[in-house]
């Protein structure tokens, strides 16, 4: 099924480009995460870690384009491989949300 086979792919995707590097329609420059943020040796400038990375609305248009996709097959109802594929999408986007919301400069103190 096309649905499904898509969605594997969106999941692998995301699994190995967690900051959008190749899903994304805007890319941001030179954006890194907290994983980068440690002493680099000598000679070696912090740029080489530097990658490109998606926006809040790039990944917003992700996430509401799964919630279509699984309506369009029958929701709660519908087709089961979509269903556990797009939940599978959702938890692999938990990752690329939290990169946004941090070079976006919100944090967990910023909601409620």
Not at 6 to 29: I, M, N, V
Request: glycine share 10%.
């Amino acid at each position: 099924q096309t649905a499904t086979a898509t969605l594997q792919l969106l999941c692998a995707s995301d699994e190995s480009f967690p900051r959008g590097e190749c899903w994304t329609s805007s890319a941001r420059s030179f954006w890194s995460t907290g994983l980068d943020d440690r002493q680099y040796p000598n000679g070696i400038s912090a740029n080489v870690l530097e990658r490109y990375g998606s926006s809040p609305a790039d990944a917003g248009a992700v996430i509401y384009l799964l919630g279509t996709t699984l309506e369009s097959f029958g929701g709660t109802g519908g087709d089961e491989s979509v269903q556990l594929w797009t939940l599978m999408a959702l938890l692999k986007m938990t990752e690329s949300s939290a990169i946004i919301c941090s070079r976006e400069g919100l944090d967990s103190t910023s909601f409620g």
